[in-house]
């Protein structure tokens, strides 16, 4: 069973990436830019601690997210959208708990 309510970024849960709405569009492209952009300036203000909590978070969406690539019935391309953003995130998170 997959939770749905799973946060992936601030503005997104795993439903939202499954559902039809919204759409992968340019539109959800340039916000998913900008938040991911936000969420990257706010990692400046965390903790080791907290970068560790909140790599654990979008690690287990990235798999959940994994989970459904292929399926024909779900908009892939909005699948792999989330995928390209969410790896981006993860890999600050990752640089900047190395850095610490």
Sequence with gaps: MVNLSIRVFDSYTLQDILGESPQADQRLRAKLENETTSLIHNLQS????ELQEILSQHILAKQEITKFSGA???????????????SKYIAEIEKRIKQS
């Design 72 to 86: 024909q019935a779900l908009d892939q391309s909005k699948i792999e959208m989330f995928h390209e953003f969410l």
């Design 46 to 49: 965390k903790s080791n601690s």
